[in-house]
């Protein structure tokens, strides 16, 4: 077998995975599928030539994660609207847009911020939804929980990176932002702060213990259907 027909056979391998896979599938677990020595960079170009403009898909990357998505021309002219399974309220996307722009952040600071105290319906929404999950615990007394975005906000917003969240310019461009809102207070700081000194605990293993506590210690119960009074 040639290099060449072992690079098509990998490359083939590492798609239909990511085909079958109904969330962006991580490079790490991709990589257990392939030799180690084998450039993981390699197979991914590979497979990008393969959907190339005529295709109607792409391969994008989301996050530390890779899924196939119609391209952006193409879901234009199929005219879907993306729902989720109810509103939003005013409350629940002030505090997503601050865990957003300013993670990891934990509940106390999310308050500070709004200047309101933070309802329990309001993060388990945002749990019911995937978008936002814990990132660890502060190194201050009593170790607060961080909360932070999840691959599927990346996704379901169409973002690669956290990174690409828009600043105050391109927010007031658009008319997404008036004087006065409060998001006007969140581009004060980068969508992401690397001198945090929060545990990042982001282990496969660990996410689920790490969830369980989340609820535990806020007392949440994500299949609520009662959002809880929040202003």
């Known amino acids: 077998m040639t290099e060449k027909t072992e ?8 798609e239909a995975i990511i085909f079958a896979s109904d969330k962006p599938v991580r ?9 180690d020595e084998q450039d993981m960079t390699e197979i991914i170009e590979m497979i990008r030539q393969r959907f190339d403009a005529s295709c109607g898909i792409e391969l994008r990357q989301v996050g530390d994660g890779w899924a196939f998505r119609t391209r ?50 309001t993060i388990d929404i945002l749990l019911e939804l995937t978008w936002i999950k814990p990132r660890g615990r502060r190194r201050t007394p009593g170790r607060p929980l961080t909360w932070g975005t999840s691959p599927s906000f990346l996704d379901y917003f169409g973002l ?48 689920d213990q790490l969830m369980e506590e989340a609820m535990v210690e806020a007392g949440l119960n994500v299949n609520s259907d009662e959002e809880g009074a929040d202003a």
């Open 72 to 121: 952006a021309e193409i879901a234009e002219r199929l005219n879907q609207h993306k729902q989720v399974e109810r509103p939003l309220s005013r409350a629940a996307l002030e505090v997503l847009a601050i865990i957003a722009y300013h993670q990891p952040i934990t509940r106390a600071e999310i308050e500070e911020i709004r200047g309101i105290s933070l309802s329990k319906g």
């Open 160 to 207: 690669d990176e956290i990174t690409d969240l828009p600043g105050l310019d391109e927010l007031k461009s658009a008319g997404l932002l008036r004087k006065g809102q409060i998001l006007g207070a969140l581009m004060d700081s980068p969508a992401t702060n690397p001198d945090d000194d929060s545990d990042e605990e982001g282990d496969d293993l660990l996410d």
């Open 27 to 35: 490079e790490r677990e991709l990589r257990h599928h392939i030799p």
């Open 7 to 14: 690079l098509l056979g990998y490359a083939a391998t590492v």
